[in-house]
């Protein structure tokens, strides 16, 4: 076979606010492949299908000289993000052709990974679509049900805040709070959000665009726990109605990552209501619940009591815009973007 | 025998900013007692021996529709605080005039008790005066040891920052962080305050107030650990150059108890490096850690491996004083008001 493109999406230009197609990222097609024969040195060949695109990846696209807690993407090389492909061909002893991975993929059709330390073999369940595994059943999942459990101290009748609570980390923590048995208020940022939010089980849903945060948590609070993914004044506002030992979950602080982030006005709460607030990395808490997640939240998404809604793209050229989207919330439900069918 | 003079410290108006004595509280003798014929309807009759002076009292001189996680003082009445006092008559069952109790006082020479309810009966090492145990063997210490205990998750080798660490929290907290095997960076607002750190322990101790604090934490850190009794810029500090994982206790603010609080500069920084921070109220620890606390620390105390200075005042009726100094830091050690001799 001939060679063919390798599309790829290039990290371009650091972003000065929000991340534009076309000149944060750009689609590449310079480069090509030829599946039959190019060297894999002893690793494998993978053709990559589905991509997750999440909020945390604004933060790699910065300078090197930034520090943070993830590389930076490099100027003029593929981002790369949570993926799923499928094995075209391998030299690694026990994998098969067509054999399906999961891990961190560089964005581009066709992926030569050295070898399995980055990547696990997954399979699927018959009624679940790949892009499930890095959503719900996967890293995105993980994040709200192992930040949930390691964190939160939850108990029923307890009353939980959720930002974002129509993404694809905030629709879980809605439903895992539902289930043990908590009073579940949720944001989100437009009224199509707000629909998902109470069919997914939240007691209270607004739109925060359209209804101010601190009357509704007036009214519907005082909260115990806050699942915050927007930090900036909705967190200020989590923590003037907060109660008494409430414990926030700092997941993200998206009003921050483009047009840089506000000062938390009153930390003086953190000592006089005895909170707790903590940040946390998924790959530090899979150690303890990775058995437990997929024993509990597997079953309930193939069966359909947890529910999940995607907002999918078609085509790798699109990432760019479904990065943008993503910034913005213009998205409705996890964002995925579909690279190839198998 | 006649009836003789009570004399009282009463909160007399909320304050502005600091707490003005005279102004803010007076010290009032126009109440008497007959310590013979006061009836005690069952209670007990105690002669206030000692009190602590603490900067946590300062969110008590407020307005009494200000919410908070303690009582205001209540306007026209006695201040209280931590103290221990003599049984002059008792009529609780098992209780003998002579024994000496510890608990929240009133800020009166004489108290009259209703039961052991808010008190408990307490014995001292002869090697120990009254005060160590409001102070180092008290409330104090326990805030110092239990608070670390709970929070701090410190190992060998790893950096603690203290602030106020010659007040009398601060310096159990380097004390128990040096017996834990950690290097200890400690601040304090005079070079009399930087010569005991020292003397106690603390790898590196400077002045704030001649010192850069994010020069020093960004020569003798990053840190792992950060024991707040400040707030405000040094805490904004202590974010920015702490490590992944970091861990902040946050027992005071005081930069912004008198002077209104300054907003947190940059919260991302608890998402970005995976931060807890913790705040806390000693009562919710004592179930957990009182029978440590008293084998592990008070032995220390005795013994002189445990050190602790003390600013003693003689006079209830320059508490007021006391008061003032604490929230500006002008006493050195633990503030410790003598109100009587046995």
């Known amino acids: 076979m001939a060679p063919i493109t390798n599309g790829r999406v290039i990290f371009n230009a650091v972003p000065q606010d929000f991340p534009i197609p076309g000149e944060t990222t750009v689609y590449d097609t310079t480069q090509t492949i030829d599946l039959d024969k190019v ?13 997750s695109v999440d909020p945390y990846m604004r933060g790699r696209l910065r ?9 930076a993407f490099v100027l003029g090389k593929p981002l ?22 999961r891990g961190l993929l560089a964005h581009q059709e066709y992926v030569i990974a050295p070898n ?34 390691e964190y939160s101290r939850a108990k029923k ?30 944001s989100a940022g437009s009224d199509e959000k707000v629909r998902f939010m109470k069919e997914i089980g939240a007691d209270v849903a607004f739109n925060y665009k359209t209804t101010d ?35 926030f979950i700092e997941c993200g602080q998206i009003s921050g990552y483009n047009q840089g982030y506000q000062p938390m006005s009153n930390p003086s709460f953190i ?7 903590h940040g946390f990395l998924v790959s530090n808490l899979r150690p303890k ?39 913005k919330g213009t998205n409705t439900g996890k964002a995925i973007v579909v690279v190839a069918e198998e």
Chains 1, 2 share one sequence.
Request: net charge negative; aromatic share 8%.
């Open 39 to 51: 060297p894999l040195n002893g690793g494998l060949l993978i053709k990559v299908l589905v991509l």
């Open 213 to 247: 945060v601190r009357e509704m948590l007036a009214k519907e609070g005082p909260i115990d726990i806050y699942w915050d993914n927007v930090g900036g004044s909705t967190l200020d506002a989590a923590m003037e109605f907060a109660n008494n030992h409430s414990r």
């Open 116 to 149: 399995l330390a980055m990547l696990e073999i997954i399979e699927r369940d018959p009624k679940l679509h790949w892009s499930v595994y890095i959503g719900p059943a996967g890293m995105i999942g993980e994040t709200a049900y192992m930040g949930w459990r």
């Open 157 to 186: 009748e307890e009353v939980a805040f959720v930002s974002t609570g129509a993404g694809g980390v905030g629709s879980m923590v809605i439903q895992i709070a539902k289930q043990d048995g908590l009073k579940v208020i949720a």
């Open 271 to 277: 000592v006089s209501k005895s909170m707790s607030i």
């Open 289 to 327: 619940y990775s058995t437990a997640f997929r024993a509990e939240v597997w079953p309930k998404l193939v069966s359909g009591e947890f529910k999940f809604k995607e907002d999918v793209t078609h085509g790798l050229q699109r990432l760019g815009e479904v990065i943008l989207a993503v910034q």
């Open 63 to 71: 300078a090197p000289e930034v520090k943070s807690y993830m590389p």
């Open 80 to 101: 790369m993000g949570g993926g799923i492909g499928v094995v075209v061909r391998s030299e690694v002893a026990g994998v098969e052709a067509g054999s399906h991975v």
